[in-house]
């Protein structure tokens, strides 16, 4: 078998060796030449500029600067804080740490060393110019840079220039052509083993003389010259070494298309072979009860309540199982098209059930479908974890026979003991908060022989390019349209020195009739935090609103369902003025008459998740407020994302935003399910327009070729089967 070189342990590289190749192994999952290759700068830096020691700042990332040894100081030996004096035959096993003083006319800098002192004592003489490079901090009002990489300066023919040999960190080689040098993700470990920026490029330099002759081409011809790639040996040679800013461009954009183009083809070949094989329970009509209860509807139905039900209606008499999420912004609409939804089941012969993420949501919304149900004589009924056994084993018997047609529920829905005569749809409310496995278990409840209609509703807005790829293998319908009516929410920034006003302010809407909440983050003191607790918090609003006449009620994590269950509808009964409550009530709680959402410690939130919350005002009649508390002092992340706030109550925008400032990993709802595969170069939030061409590029080979089994497509399907685009199967939903 012919050796390939891809294949060859990285420990044969020269400067490597076993215990360097274990080190990276275990820091960066590297192992071979080839996955050395494929593992990019994530940015550059321009050899070729300096920073004046004058305008070096501390919150930059790196600087470069050519300057002038001027002097140098040991500390050490018995007394740390006393510089030491040095002469030829000093002990440098007793220095703790060097600082040399270096200047570029502009000002002067200093630079630490802790480690190898000896050896940078020997070159750092004052009086000679280098080149120094690394992270700058803020010390005692100064600022410095601790282990600078240190090159000599270049230096006009007629001068020496101090060479740095024998030494791998510090070798003078140049790398090669260009003046923008990769950096490379690194670790404390790799710097503490030696594996230094400067190191780094220099494996790859070697890896790709060893490896690059080896890399086949991973995309087709046509491909490549119908959306203008660079071929993978031009992209990869400068993805690592930029011959220029232009070639460094074009290599980044085809190796982002790569990237995804394949996450794209496989998310839609997998739907493409699901929508050709799976069956799914035809639903011809939309019968009796659909029809009775849209005509005794309270209101008429949005634009694009109407155009989602279509959509879903589509779907359920096509014969294929529906797998479709509903997006759509808080007080869009959803629960009135789920119930909708359910009625097609029933008008079908088939049940329906609809699960929610927690036992206050499952509650409210069997409350808020029982008007919509009671036109049609429509049998529904409730099962969460607190219910009782009697009531339980009625349930139970109910949806054996058939008697009960929508059941809401938690999670108890899908113990193993709840058997459903013919369970036809499933509609899942807020999705991210149910794994695979649990939603799993509930289509193997299906009886009819074919899956169930499964219809995910989200209240998350989800950037498309997001929806696009966690969702590439579902159909997605969006509900961008509120109710008519709905007043905008007035959003307020506050600090700490407002309180007293906004105390006064809660007093008026109180006694003009309406409800506040108020949520807060934690719910016990940590120690190192200094965020308001909510008990804090409620000894505090104790204090400023007492009883008589106010009344305050509180729901946290650690209650029980009762006391949560208790808590709230006291304060949707209007029983109490005032809900204080941790982020529990962050989904779907429904009380019209509250006009105020004061968010303490606004600052510990996520952008989704305040938007979400202040989705719990708004919903009646009154003019409503949301409150941002939050300390003085903001970071630059935090204002943005209050100013946003305060700004736009749009959710798809706030999404966008979010995804932007923290990445598409962290974003609400989505870290439970992660990616589907990791990608390596493009970013979700960032490449959008080339995931829109690499989406329609997958698009038109499925439309042409859905099994990929022309001759021209045979190098799609061999690079499909490596083990990166094998998608975790968490976005499958049935
Ligand atoms: P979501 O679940 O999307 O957050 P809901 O379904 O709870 O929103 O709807 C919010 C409120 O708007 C409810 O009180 C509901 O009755 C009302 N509503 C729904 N659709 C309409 C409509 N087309 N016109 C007027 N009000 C509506
Ligand atoms: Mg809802």
């Not at 215990?19 to 960066?28: F, G, S, V, Y």
């Not at 509900?479 to 307020?492: A, F, M």
């Not at 080339?690 to 038109?700: Q, V």
Request: with cysteine.
């Amino acid at each position: 078998m012919a050796q390939n070189g891809l294949d060859t342990d990285i420990q044969f590289l020269p400067g490597v060796g076993p215990k360097r190749a274990e080190l990276l192994r275990k820091e960066l999952s590297v192992s071979t030449i080839g996955e050395l290759i494929r593992l990019y700068p994530f940015r550059y830096i321009d050899k070729s500029s300096f920073v004046r020691i004058a305008d070096a700042r501390p919150d930059m990332a790196y600087v470069q600067i050519r300057a002038r040894v001027s002097h140098v100081e040991l500390y050490g030996g018995a007394s740390s804080k006393e510089a030491v004096s040095y002469s030829d035959n000093l002990k440098f096993n007793t220095v703790r740490r060097m600082s040399v003083w270096v200047s570029d006319g502009t000002g002067e800098m200093e630079m630490v060393f802790f480690k190898g002192i000896k050896w940078m004592y020997d070159r750092l003489k004052p009086g000679l110019e280098f080149v120094f490079f690394g992270k700058p901090a803020a010390f005692n009002g100064r600022i410095n840079v601790v282990h600078p990489e240190v090159d000599p300066a270049p230096q006009p023919q007629h001068q020496n220039p101090p060479q740095f040999q024998n030494h791998p960190q510090n070798s003078a080689q140049p790398l090669p052509e260009g003046t923008m040098t990769g950096v490379y993700q690194s670790t404390e470990r790799l710097k503490n083993g030696g594996v230094t920026g400067k190191v780094m490029n220099k494996l790859m330099e070697a890896a790709l003389a060893k490896g690059l002759g080896y890399v086949e081409e991973t995309l087709p011809e046509h491909i490549m010259r119908r959306y203008g790639l660079v071929p993978i040996h031009f992209a990869l040679r400068n993805i690592h070494f930029p011959k220029d800013m232009a070639s460094l461009e074009k290599a980044r954009y085809r190796l982002k298309f790569e990237e995804l183009f394949y996450l794209q083809l496989s998310l839609l070949k997998q739907k493409y072979v699901r929508s050709r094989e799976e069956v799914g329970i035809r639903m011809p009509k939309v019968g009796e009860a659909f029809n009775r209860c849209y005509e005794s509807l309270p209101f008429p139905l949005t634009g694009a309540q109407k155009r989602v039900i279509t959509e879903i209606r589509d779907d359920m008499k096509s014969g294929r199982q529906m797998n479709r999420l509903l997006q759509g912004d808080v007080g869009s609409g959803k629960t009135m098209v789920a119930v909708l939804t359910a009625l097609i089941a029933i008008g079908n012969g088939f049940q329906a059930c609809i699960m929610a993420p927690t036992e206050v949501l499952a509650r409210q919304h069997y409350k808020n479908i029982q008007k919509f149900l009671a036109p049609t004589g429509v049998k529904s009924a409730l099962l969460t974890g607190s219910s009782r056994v009697a009531e339980r084993r009625e349930v139970h018997a109910g949806l054996e026979d058939g008697s009960i047609g929508i059941i809401v529920g938690t999670h108890a829905l899908i113990e193993d003991n709840v058997q459903f005569r013919n369970l036809g749809l499933a509609i899942i409310d807020e999705q991210h908060r149910f794994g695979v496995e649990q939603r799993s278990k509930l289509w193997r409840k299906a009886s009819c022989g074919a899956p169930p209609h499964v219809l995910v509703m989200t209240a998350t807005p989800i950037p498309r390019t997001l929806a696009m790829t966690l969702y590439g293998d579902l159909d997605v319908s969006v509900i961008d349209e509120l109710p008519p009516g709905r007043k905008p929410v007035q959003t307020i920034h506050a600090t700490e020195g407002k309180r007293g006003a906004m105390y006064r302010f809660m007093r008026d809407q109180i006694s003009l009739g309406r409800q506040i909440f108020v949520v807060y983050p934690l719910i016990f003191e940590t120690e190192k935090l200094d965020y308001q607790s909510l008990e804090e918090g409620i000894e505090q609003i104790a204090k400023a609103f007492p009883f008589p006449p106010y009344k305050m009620a509180v729901v946290h994590g650690k209650m029980t369902a009762d006391e949560k269950k208790f808590n709230m509808d006291a304060f949707a009964a209007g029983r109490a003025d005032i809900l204080v409550a941790t982020s529990v009530i962050e989904v779907g709680v429904d009380v019209p008459n509250a006009s105020v959402m004061v968010i303490e410690s606004a600052e510990r939130f996520g952008l989704s998740q305040l938007h979400q919350l202040r989705g719990r005002v708004g919903r009646g009649s009154e003019k409503s407020y949301c409150v941002l508390m939050t300390g003085h002092k903001l970071s630059k992340e935090s204002k943005h994302r209050i100013e946003l706030m305060c700004a736009t109550e749009n959710g798809f925008e706030l999404a966008e935003e979010d995804m932007k400032m923290r990445g598409p990993g962290d974003l609400e709802g989505t870290q439970q399910s992660g990616l589907p595969i990791s990608l390596n170069i493009a970013s979700l939030a960032k490449d959008g327009l080339i995931l829109n061409a690499a989406r329609m590029a997958a698009e038109a080979v499925l439309d042409d070729d859905p099994t990929l089994s022309s001759d021209r497509n045979q190098l799609l399907r061999k690079e499909l089967r490596k083990d990166k685009y094998q998608i975790k199967d968490y976005s499958k939903i049935s």
